[in-house]
């Protein structure tokens, strides 16, 4: 029984996870400068657009890992 307990706990946790990342990804594309950073690739030719936002996922990497660091010190 303990161990339907821990699983039934960490399966509501992983669910409050993802609702919280999905709220996340709602309100990110109101931030203005997310995805329109100095360093992302953006090439147009035609009908063709090829988009890579690598300093936002620099960017987002590293805060992140700060926040993540911050959380799990031990």
């Known amino acids: 029984m303990d161990a339907l307990q821990t699983l ?5 946790l992983m669910g409050i996870l993802i609702v ?6 709602l309100l990110a594309g109101r931030v203005p400068f997310l995805g329109r ?22 960017l987002l990497s590293l805060i992140l890992t700060i926040i ?7």
């Not at 919280?20 to 990804?25: A, D, K, S, T, Y």
């Open 8 to 12: 039934g706990r960490m399966l509501v």
């Open 68 to 74: 993540l660091n911050l959380l799990f010190r031990r």
């Open 37 to 58: 950073l100095p360093g992302d690739i953006v090439y147009q030719r035609g009908n063709f657009t090829l988009y890579i936002p690598l300093m936002t996922m620099l």
């Open 20 to 25: 919280i990342i999905g709220v996340l990804l």
